[in-house]
T-cell receptor, first 109, second 116 residues
Framework: GQNIDQPTEMTATEGAIVQINCTYQ??????LFWYQQHAGEAPTFLSY??LDGLEEKGRFSSFLSRSKGYSYLLLKELQMKDSASYLC??????????WGAGTKLIIKP | GAVVSQHPSWVICKSGTSVKIECRSLDFQATTMFWYRQFPKQSLMLMATSNEGSKATYEQGVEKDKFLINHASLTLSTLTVTSAHPEDSSFYIC????????????FGDGTRLSIL
């Protein structure tokens, strides 16, 4: 079957760095996406990786290793507004998105 | 950037009413649109995949006669919740995928549906 695993909840301190991991097993692979979802709102797109390596976008970076079925989202200089759920999703061979359950990130002052 | 418009944002109505939700891709063509439902503190649940010009593909356990989907053009899909009941109250979110390869899904702002 298809499976996406990510931690349920993480806590970090304002100004610090946090890494959210995601491992996956899917039927085919056409890229991995990270989305941010604030409570009561729809998800917003953060990043997309289809090749191995690190993609940097401001305070957020995303890493992919296809051979290991592994990705992480790195958030630097954490701000209170970064408190949200972070969703990992893999596009399978049918171009369908397989979603992880999301990681709730709590930022403390 | 890509924009997906979803209307209405909020709906409060009586039990037995049918409710239509619209999802539009504003600056790209979407051959495929997706309808999700999310209950409080739970994950996104894919309800159905809507393909332009063909019948929608429903996920297991989703009643196709209850949740009618129409994808009549490359920029518009609609979800109609027929004869809605309180248990249908939820946050409904659409997303659209750009027809070009390797593009992410972009989400609408969601519709919060409350059935009294």
């Amino acid at each position: 079957g298809q499976n996406i695993d990510q931690p349920t909840e993480m806590t970090a301190t304002e100004g610090a760095i946090v890494q959210i991991n995601c491992t996956y097993q899917t039927s085919g692979f056409n890229g991995l996406f990270w989305y941010q979802q604030h409570a009561g709102e729809a998800p917003t797109f953060l990043s997309y990786n289809v090749l191995d390596g690190l993609e940097e976008k401001g305070r957020f970076s995303s890493f992919l290793s296809r051979s290991k079925g592994y990705s992480y989202l790195l958030l630097k200089e954490l701000q209170m507004k970064d408190s949200a759920s972070y969703l990992c999703a893999v596009m399978d061979s049918n171009y369908q998105l397989i979603w992880g359950a999301g990681t709730k990130l709590i930022i403390k002052p | 950037g890509a924009v997906v418009s979803q209307h209405p944002s909020w709906v409060i109505c009586k039990s037995g009413t049918s409710v239509k939700i619209e999802c539009r891709s504003l600056d790209f063509q979407a051959t495929t649109m997706f309808w999700y439902r999310q209950f409080p503190k739970q994950s996104l649940m894919l309800m159905a995949t809507s393909n332009e010009g063909s019948k929608a593909t429903y996920e297991q356990g989703v009643e196709k006669d209850k949740f009618l989907i129409n994808h009549a053009s490359l920029t518009l899909s609609t979800l109609t919740v027929t004869s809605a009941h309180p248990e249908d109250s939820s946050f409904y979110i659409c997303s659209a995928r750009d027809r070009r390869e390797y593009q992410p899904q972009h989400f609408g702002d969601g519709t919060r549906l409350s059935i009294l």
